[in-house]
């Protein structure tokens, strides 16, 4: 059983990418919010925008929107369009009426949009001005979720970006690992049981549950992502002297292990102790997978461009379920964080960048996949055209990473073909 | 800046897409970042339609800002009529664009389209969904209907107007309206926007007179077409028994035609006034949604239901005077208010035993365990059933008996709650049967103040009446307390203020 390595193959590594521009049908940073608000739980999310952004956070979040969520939209209006209201100031009355309401937030983020952006509202200097009238209860940070600078994920790309130059400075003698990239708790603690047998004493989430609990960062800080979206945190990060470790993402018991190997390796653990612990979650892995190879083996897939864990996932449903990837379109592709992943998938594979919706649904109609993943504004209607689909959203919500989400995340893909093989209607 | 967690409507642009998406044949290119896609679910997922909406976005980035905006515009607007092929175009801008300032009809007009177009101003700082929606429906009518010349048949006939994708029981309406014209004799000449053509609309002259069917959509072009060709207006708007008498007879008169036939054919007179209702006398009801339906429903659930009407409400500005006109029928405040925080706050204030709302209402009379029913947008995809249910007209009648009685524990069940209530079955955990969605414990309890000044007994005996009307004798036996100035709530205090407040 040895650990899955890139193999000595170039894949797609040096494939054309086919770059096209034209309608893009993708949600916006703005969508990150949904699952970032539940997972720092002392943080609030305020949009600064307009009632569309309202509009789209409320149709993304579904019922969420009425468990006293800890996020809102402070809705640009005419007057302050018409300058008859200074935007600072309601800004400003805003955020102070939201923090009398909810004293319990301790991190409040201002949330850019494409309005705000492009009427050139200056959010950093208000969210700076704001802290230092907070200061002591809330600390104000902000970002852009805008669709106009971000695409879906991204959101959460910049939201930790943001959060990067507010970590305490690493002091201690030893280095500390740092994984990357919100994760539902279920999954993160397990990944903290995993570090914590292979011998990994200092292992820290980024971002952590609470606020005042985020992981400190400096020179000694190796950091392992757990998203493929993150090239302004790592960035960031980096620049802070913490080192990226190179690794597959953790999709599947092949990525899983490569994943968790990488961080092994590069803190010096024992190969044999990391093939005895990993053992057990790996086989579970691989017994929970082939429960849905025998329908997969064989299909052919397509993936619309949404979350950039397209290719991951692809690479996963390629090696581990032998299915055969058509297109794998990304919204926007991170060659460098990608590489390994992209060296393993099949070389016939295309792999798209960015969108021309109407010319891509071409494509797809002309090679007809067996499954195709797709944002919920086109899963029925190519339902309907006779296209099986898988929805993507899906992906981003439901805990997918590490040895014992594996058996579920194949199942997601499995579940459409079994469903369009029972009904008999 | 306005504060918002819930907004009752979107953006007058996902009005305009409402009324692209009923058509056939109308494709709408808006100008629009990134991102605003998201507003196509609404319409696969929600109405679960089977085709995407005809919309073609822009979707500009960043990058496409400055001058590339206005040329994408118009390489979008080329490659979507030579894609579609529609027999009329919308365009317009969405929120983002609107400050970009590209003018969409300008250059639309530059391009000398082969079809016709409407250019739309929809200010997205100012106004909402609905007047979006109405304002395109107008400008499409006006476009195409214009300088056309009637030609009247021998058979009365008639349009009706309003009803739009994403509209809430708009497909069971139409079918249930047009049947009922049918039997009158009375033919359709056109049912817009919803399944309409470019080239229907510029027969809308041709029908005797309109109906009114959604004011929020149809008003406007209403009086237009009451201007242009002299057509009456049917405005009596056919929710309930009573509703749908009085528009029979509205249109009845207008087509000149026998009301005789279809009279008297709902279930509700009768279901009302059989004695398993007598127990919904005087259930005190609070209403809010769009005005056309609140209105509406106030009328069924005090005339034909016998309910008390205790707070009647819109989200709609546009139609507040209407609104307050009815509250005065009902002598209660009117809440005119796009703010669920108020109407959260006059629900709880008014402890209702049924509240009749929008999904926003159905959660807040589930944190508050009250009784709900929907009856107007915004709604969820549950309220997009497959099978028949229609608001309107006398099956629209039986729909709206069930739907309202069903979350009310019922009759017998309620007798026996309060008798049998220490045995497990009918403890407060068991619930009532038929409103078993989720054990009690996942239903956060209705906020009631803290049990401040209630003695151990008072408040023993307190738990002894149905969790159903707990509030509302807590909230009585508080504020009788405080306007007496008694400090320590007794056994006492607690039937004191029974006797008080007992109607």
Aim: aromatic share 8%; charged share 25%.
């Amino acid at each position: 059983m040895t650990p899955a390595l890139p193999a000595e193959r170039p894949g797609c590594s040096a494939a054309p990418v086919l770059r096209q521009r034209g309608q893009r049908e993708v949600f916006c940073g703005l969508t990150g919010i949904i699952w970032l608000h539940r997972k720092v739980q002392d943080a609030f999310f305020l949009v600064v925008g307009s009632r569309t952004c309202a509009h789209l956070l409320q149709s993304a979040a579904g019922v969420m929107v009425f468990a006293e969520p800890r996020f809102g939209t402070a809705i640009i209006e005419e007057r302050d369009l018409a300058g008859l209201a200074d935007c600072n100031e309601e800004l400003d009355r805003v955020v102070d009426r939201l923090l009398a309401r909810r004293p319990d937030i301790k991190l409040l983020f201002l949330v850019g949009s494409c309005p705000s952006e492009v009427i050139k509202l200056d959010l950093s200097r208000a969210a700076a001005r704001l802290s230092v009238k907070h200061a002591g209860t809330t600390r104000i940070l902000n970002y852009s979720g805008s669709g106009i600078e971000t695409t879906f994920t991204e959101g959460e790309d910049a939201c930790l970006a943001a959060l990067v130059p507010e970590l305490p400075t690493d002091t201690a003698d030893q280095p500390g690992l740092m994984i990357v990239g919100a994760l539902p708790d279920v999954v993160e603690d397990q990944f903290a049981r995993l570090f914590a047998e292979l011998g990994l004493a200092r292992v820290h989430s980024f971002p952590a549950r609470r606020a005042d609990a985020m992981p400190p960062v400096g020179p000694g800080t190796r950091f392992l992502l757990a998203q493929p979206f993150l090239g302004e945190t790592a960035r960031a990060l980096e620049d802070r002297g913490a080192t990226r470790i190179d690794a597959l993402f953790p999709f599947g018991a092949e990525g899983t292990t490569a994943w968790l190997h990488a961080a092994a390796q590069a803190f010096g653990i024992d190969e044999m102790h990391f093939r005895r612990v990993i053992a057990p979650g790996r086989e579970r892995a691989k017994r929970a997978i082939a429960h849905s190879r025998t329908l997969l083996a064989g299909k052919r897939v397509t993936f619309l461009p949404d979350s950039q864990l397209e290719i991951p996932l692809a690479r996963f449903l390629a090696n581990e379920l032998g299915m055969v990837p058509v297109e794998v379109g990304t919204p926007y592709l991170h060659r460098r964080h990608l590489a390994q992943e992209l060296a393993l998938l099949p070389r016939e594979t295309l792999i798209s960048e960015g969108q021309d919706v109407d010319l891509q649904l071409d494509r797809v109609r002309a090679s007809r996949p067996d499954l195709t993943v797709c944002g919920l504004g086109l899963a029925n209607p190519l339902e309907a055209e006779g296209l099986t689909t898988k929805w993507a959203i899906e992906l981003v919500f439901s805990p997918i990473h590490g040895f014992d989400q594996a058996g579920d995340l194949a199942e997601l893909f499995a579940r459409p073909l079994r469903r369009r093989d029972v009904l008999k209607i | 800046m306005q504060l918002t967690v819930w907004t009752y409507e979107g953006p007058p642009h996902v009005g305009a897409m409402r009324i692209a998406t009923a058509m056939d044949g109308v494709h709408y290119v808006l100008h629009a970042p990134q991102g605003d896609t998201y507003a196509d679910l609404l319409f696969t997922m929600i109405e679960r339609r089977g085709k995407r909406p005809p919309v073609t976005y822009t979707t500009f980035q960043a990058r496409d800002l400055g001058k590339d905006t206005a040329e994408l515009f118009q390489k979008a607007a080329r490659d979507a009529f030579a894609r579609f092929a529609p027999a009329a175009m919308l365009v317009g801008a969405s929120c983002t664009a609107e400050l970009i300032q590209d003018d969409p009809a300008g250059l639309v007009e530059a391009m000398n389209l082969p079809c016709p177009v409407v250019a739309l101003e929809l200010p997205s700082y100012q106004r909402k969904e609905n007047w979006g929606a109405a304002e395109t429906f107008y400008q499409l009518v006006r476009k195409l209907a214009a300088g056309t010349t009637p030609a009247r048949g021998a058979r009365p006939s008639a349009n009706i107007l309003g009803p739009t994708a994403l509209g809430f029981r708009h497909r069971d309406d139409v079918i249930e309206i047009t049947r009922l014209l049918d039997r009158l004799g009375i033919a359709v000449n056109v049912t817009a926007p919803l399944g309409a053509s470019p080239a229907d609309l510029a027969r809308l002259g041709d029908a005797d007179f309109n109906i009114c069917l959604y004011p929020e959509i149809a008003d406007t072009a209403c009086r237009w077409l009451e201007r242009q060709f002299g057509q009456k207006t049917v405005r009596t708007v056919p929710i309930g028994h009573g509703a749908t008498c009085d528009f029979v007879a509205e249109v009845a008169a207008l087509a000149g035609v026998d009301a005789g036939a279809v009279l008297d054919t709902s279930n509700l007179p009768w279901w009302s006034r059989s004695v398993d209702s007598t127990y919904l006398t005087g259930k005190r009801v609070f209403i809010f949604g769009d005005a056309t339906h609140a209105i509406a429903a106030a009328r069924v659930a005090r005339d034909e239901l016998g309910f008390t009407v205790v707070g009647l409400g819109c989200y709609n500005r546009e139609f507040a005077r209407d609104l307050r006109e009815a509250a005065r029928l009902y002598g209660v405040e009117p809440l005119i208010t796009d703010d669920y925080l108020e109407v959260e706050e006059a629900i709880q204030a008014l402890q209702p035993e049924l509240v009749l709302g929008t999904q926003m209402e159905r959660h807040i009379a589930k944190r508050l365990r009250i009784p709900c029913a929907v009856i107007s947008a915004p709604v969820h995809v549950q309220d997009f059933p497959a099978r028949y249910s229609p608001q309107m007209g006398f099956e629209g009648a039986n729909v709206l008996f069930d739907t309202w009685v069903h979350p009310l524990v019922m009759g017998l069940e309620e007798h026996l709650l309060t008798m049998f209530r220490d045995d497990f079955e009918f403890s407060d955990h068991a619930g009532a049967s038929h409103l078993g969605h989720g054990t009690p414990a996942e239903i956060v309890a209705a906020p009631v103040q803290a049990a401040s000044g209630w003695s151990a007994e008072a408040e023993r005996e307190l738990l002894k009446i149905p969790f159903f009307v707990r509030g509302k004798a807590r909230r009585n036996t508080e504020r009788y307390a405080t306007e007496l100035g008694i400090a320590a709530i007794t056994l006492e205090t607690l039937y004191d203020a029974k006797a008080h407040y007992a109607r």
